[in-house]
């Protein structure tokens, strides 16, 4: 490279994740081999459409890119449907809405401080702004309540009822979600971006055959590069004509809403990432993984009550934690910092019916898929969670903060990035 500025950055930032350990539940690091393939000249090319039905010349070569990764992603999910365009998580949301609702819709997701997504219709985004927000909340306990769930829904009739969370430590009840839909005649979209590569490795429950669409990044536990896809089953109908609003019609009007809907040329350079990282998802190696990751956060969640942290729902049962640190004496920002002076990145967050605001909320979020990429296992979650005790109990003692930092760096060497 000869931006030498851009490249020390570069350089800085792999320092960075490498010398300390990255907590943050939506993070990972892909392989070598994902990157690769966002570095090349699949970069360069235009390609709006569909393999088959371009927009543009010279697509004879990227097609065959996309094919691979949608086939990919209908074996390892089990459904009739892929489209691996979405820019992002957050465009994949909003083209699911935009795929079977009109403006001004009532939708129900999980609200942000309970641990939803923007997207899923908070008002600063354009997903609470184009539709109308209904929002459910966890109980009292920090658990999904169902029947609280099918109550608000009787009430409010959403078009729409999006299943899905970035903070919640549990798993979903898709069955239970599919009958409060169809209680109301509703569309049921499972955003499973937080769990995807935990559905892959066989340790959640799918909503593959249950939701009508599924979304999910493609850069969390799924491990690929920064995209997102949806899912869904059907047959594609002629492409010419506006499709109707049924299930057996969802792959037109998804393909439709991402482009030209919301869209226009797709990432070639992350498709072919997406399609690597799908192809390292079905290996064996893949399901230990996910099974490790599930391990690590149910050891870091037992070590951490251990020693007095006061966990949302008590425990976990994916790749994530939610702590109220309430019961510590510090608010979730001031643990942030503490423990990114120690050299462990975690990030603050709201956690149910919280006292302070969002902006400076109780409680903090950690997760282990990261750490589990880096080979990770419960010895080491032992150490980590004596270190976050010690780290938030000694947090003015800049002493001991260093001591605790070298601990890390200790830690973060012998277990070094994806090569
Ligand atoms: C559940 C969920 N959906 C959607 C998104 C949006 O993804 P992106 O940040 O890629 O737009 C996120 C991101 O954290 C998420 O947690």
Same mark, same amino acid.
């Given at each position: 490279?000869?931006?030498e500025?851009?490249?020390?950055?570069?350089?800085?930032?792999?320092?960075r994740?490498?010398?300390?350990i990255?907590?943050?539940?939506?993070?990972n690091?892909t392989?070598e081999?994902?990157?690769?393939?966002?570095?090349? @000249?699949?970069?360069?090319? /235009? !390609?709006?459409?569909?393999?088959?039905r371009?927009?543009?010349?010279?697509?004879?070569?990227?097609d065959?890119?996309?094919?691979?990764?949608?086939e990919?992603?209908?074996?390892?999910?089990?459904?009739? +449907?892929?489209?691996?365009q979405?820019?992002?998580?957050?465009?994949?949301?909003?083209?699911?809405?935009?795929?079977?609702l009109?403006? #001004? %819709?009532?939708?129900?997701?999980?609200?942000?401080?309970?641990?939803? +997504?923007?997207?899923h219709?908070?008002?600063?985004?354009a997903? #609470?702004q184009?539709?109308?927000?209904?929002?459910?909340?966890?109980?009292?306990?920090g658990?999904l309540?169902?029947?609280?769930?099918?109550?608000?829904?009787?009430?409010e009739k959403?078009?729409?009822i999006?299943?899905?969370?970035?903070?919640y430590?549990?798993e979903?009840?898709?069955?239970?979600f599919?009958?409060?839909?169809?209680?109301?005649?509703?569309?049921?979209?499972? %955003?499973?971006? +937080?769990i995807?590569?935990l559905? !892959?490795?066989g340790? +959640?429950?799918?909503? !593959?055959?249950?939701?009508?669409?599924?979304s999910t990044?493609?850069?969390?536990?799924? @491990?690929?590069? @920064?995209?997102a896809?949806?899912?869904?089953?059907?047959?594609?109908?002629?492409?010419s004509?506006k499709?109707?609003r049924?299930?057996n019609?969802?792959?037109?009007?998804?393909?439709?809403?991402?482009?030209? #809907?919301?869209? #226009?040329?797709?990432?070639i350079?992350?498709?072919?990432?997406?399609?690597?990282?799908?192809?390292?998802a079905?290996?064996?190696?893949?399901?230990? /993984?996910?099974?490790q990751?599930?391990?690590n956060?149910?050891?870091l969640?037992s070590q951490?009550?251990?020693?007095?942290?006061? *966990?949302v729902t008590?425990?976990?049962?994916?790749? *994530?934690l939610?702590?109220?640190?309430?019961?510590k004496?510090?608010?979730?920002?001031e643990?942030?910092?503490?423990?990114?002076?120690?050299?462990?990145?975690?990030n603050k967050?709201?956690?149910p019916?919280?006292?302070?605001?969002?902006? %400076?909320?109780?409680?903090i979020?950690m997760?282990?898929?990261?750490?589990?990429?880096?080979g990770?296992?419960?010895p080491?979650?032992?150490?980590i969670?004596?270190i976050i005790?010690?780290?938030?109990?000694s947090?003015?003692?800049?002493?001991k903060?260093n001591?605790?930092?070298?601990?890390?760096k200790?830690?973060?060497a012998r277990h070094? *990035?994806?090569?």
């Amino acid at each position: 490279m000869t931006d030498e500025e851009i490249l020390a950055l570069i350089q800085d930032e792999t320092a960075r994740q490498a010398q300390n350990i990255q907590m943050i539940p939506s993070e990972n690091h892909t392989s070598e081999a994902v990157l690769a393939a966002l570095g090349t @000249r699949l970069s360069d090319k /235009y !390609a709006e459409g569909y393999p088959g039905r371009r927009y543009y010349g010279g697509c004879e070569v990227v097609d065959k890119v996309e094919d691979l990764a949608r086939e990919r992603a209908k074996t390892l999910f089990g459904v009739s +449907h892929a489209n691996v365009q979405p820019y992002s998580g957050s465009p994949a949301n909003l083209a699911a809405m935009l795929a079977v609702l009109d403006p #001004g %819709d009532t939708i129900m997701g999980l609200s942000l401080p309970f641990g939803g +997504h923007l997207t899923h219709g908070h008002t600063v985004s354009a997903t #609470g702004q184009y539709y109308k927000s209904a929002p459910y909340q966890t109980g009292k306990d920090g658990f999904l309540d169902y029947d609280a769930i099918a109550e608000l829904a009787a009430k409010e009739k959403p078009k729409l009822i999006i299943a899905g969370a970035t903070a919640y430590p549990r798993e979903y009840d898709w069955k239970k979600f599919r009958q409060i839909a169809d209680s109301v005649d509703a569309w049921l979209l499972a %955003d499973i971006s +937080h769990i995807s590569g935990l559905i !892959a490795g066989g340790v +959640h429950p799918s909503p !593959a055959g249950i939701a009508d669409i599924i979304s999910t990044t493609t850069h969390k536990t799924l @491990r690929g590069p @920064r995209g997102a896809m949806l899912l869904c089953n059907g047959e594609p109908s002629n492409p010419s004509k506006k499709p109707e609003r049924t299930r057996n019609n969802l792959p037109s009007l998804i393909d439709r809403a991402v482009f030209p #809907g919301l869209q #226009g040329g797709p990432h070639i350079n992350t498709i072919a990432g997406i399609a690597v990282a799908l192809k390292e998802a079905t290996e064996a190696e893949f399901k230990t /993984y996910a099974k490790q990751i599930v391990a690590n956060s149910r050891r870091l969640a037992s070590q951490l009550s251990d020693r007095g942290f006061e *966990l949302v729902t008590g425990g976990s049962d994916n790749h *994530l934690l939610l702590i109220d640190m309430t019961s510590k004496a510090i608010s979730g920002a001031e643990a942030e910092t503490v423990l990114d002076t120690v050299g462990i990145t975690v990030n603050k967050n709201s956690v149910p019916f919280d006292a302070r605001s969002p902006f %400076d909320p109780s409680g903090i979020r950690m997760g282990t898929p990261a750490i589990t990429t880096r080979g990770m296992k419960e010895p080491e979650m032992d150490i980590i969670a004596e270190i976050i005790d010690q780290a938030i109990e000694s947090r003015s003692d800049q002493k001991k903060l260093n001591a605790l930092s070298n601990q890390i760096k200790e830690l973060a060497a012998r277990h070094s *990035l994806p090569s």
